[in-house]
C-alpha cells in the first residue's frame, strides 16, 4: 500500500520554480505573501522615536529632577579642605605681605644712597655744596690721569645725579642701582690707583671707605629691590627680584671696568698682593 503524495502548501509557485516550500517568517525582513489579492504585508520594526510615538523633547527622569548627568569615566574628585581652612593662594599671599618694616628700611636705604649721589651730582653740574662745577670736574679728571676728561666728567655727573633721582622716588630700580653702581666702581678704581698699596681710610685723599659704602649700598638695592615704598611696587623687581637682577649686577660690574680701561687705563690694583 503507497503512501498518497501531499498536496504542496504554502507558494502555490514553488512547485513550478522547483523551490522547496518556506514559511513566509523564514526572512524577518521578507514580505508577507497577499491573502486573498490583498495588499502586501510588510514586517517593519520601527526605529526612531516618532516610528515609535515618543516625543523627542520630553526630558529624561534625571533632567527633570535637576541631576547633572553622570561622568563619562569614573574620576575621583580632590578631597575638600576642612572648612575655615584657607586656600594655598590666600596663605601665599598672606606670607608675602608679612614684610614687617622691611619696606621702610629699603625706603630709608634707597634716600641715603641715592640722596648721597645726588649731592655729588649737583657739585659737579652746578657747583653748589662748594663743589666744582663742570669745569672744575674736567679739570680734576684731566689731572688724574683720564685720557678723555670732558667725556668722564659727563658721564660720572650724569650717573650720579639721574641715578640718585631714579634711587630715591623707587623707579627704574635696575637700571638706576646698575647706574650708580658702575659710577662707584669707577671712582673706587680711580682713588685706589692714585697710589700703591690699599688704600681704604677715608682720611687720606685716595681712601676707598665711603665709596665701598656706596657700593655695597648700590649692589644690596639691585639685588632685594626699592620694597613697596617706590614707585616701582608693581613691579616684580621691587618685591620679588629674580636672577635678572644679578645679571644686572654683572653688567655694571663689566661697564664700569670696560669704561676705565678705554677713559683711564692702567691697572688700579698695583702695589695690592700679587698685584705688585
Do not use: C
Request: aromatic letters at 8%; proline letters at 8%.
Amino acid at each position: 500500500m503507497t503512501d498518497k503524495p501531499k498536496e504542496p502548501t504554502g507558494d502555490p509557485d514553488a512547485t513550478a520554480t522547483g523551490r522547496g516550500v518556506s514559511s513566509p517568517y523564514d526572512s524577518p525582513t521578507g514580505q508577507f505573501p497577499r491573502v486573498g489579492g490583498g495588499p502586501e504585508l510588510r514586517k517593519d520594526v520601527p526605529r526612531t522615536d516618532e516610528e515609535l510615538g515618543l516625543d523627542p523633547d520630553v526630558p529624561t527622569v534625571g533632567e527633570q529632577a535637576g541631576q547633572t548627568p553622570p561622568y563619562s569615566y569614573a574620576s575621583i574628585p580632590p578631597a575638600a579642605a576642612a572648612p575655615g581652612t584657607p586656600s594655598s593662594a590666600l596663605r601665599r599671599r598672606a606670607a608675602e605681605n608679612r614684610r614687617g618694616t622691611l619696606d621702610f628700611g629699603l625706603f630709608l636705604l634707597r634716600l641715603t644712597v641715592g640722596g648721597t649721589f645726588i649731592y655729588h651730582g649737583l657739585q659737579k653740574l652746578t657747583g653748589w655744596f662748594h663743589g666744582p662745577g663742570l669745569d672744575g670736574t674736567r679739570d680734576m679728571m684731566t689731572g688724574g690721569g683720564w685720557d678723555h676728561a670732558t667725556l668722564a666728567s659727563i658721564l660720572v655727573t650724569t650717573g650720579e645725579l639721574l641715578g640718585g633721582v631714579l634711587l630715591v622716588l623707587g623707579l627704574a630700580t635696575p637700571l638706576a642701582a646698575g647706574a650708580v653702581l658702575a659710577v662707584i666702581i669707577n671712582a673706587w678704581l680711580w682713588k685706589q690707583g692714585m697710589i700703591p698699596g690699599f688704600q681704604y681710610n677715608a682720611g687720606t685723599k685716595s681712601g676707598v671707605e665711603l665709596d665701598s659704602v656706596l657700593t655695597g649700598g648700590a649692589a644690596a638695592l639691585l639685588l632685594t629691590g626699592p620694597g613697596r615704598w617706590s614707585l616701582d611696587r608693581s613691579r616684580g623687581w621691587a618685591t620679588r627680584p629674580a636672577w635678572g637682577t644679578f645679571v644686572v649686577l654683572l653688567l655694571a660690574v663689566a661697564v664700569a671696568i670696560l669704561t676705565y680701561w678705554f677713559l683711564h687705563g692702567g691697572n688700579p690694583l698695583t702695589g695690592i698682593g700679587p698685584f705688585d
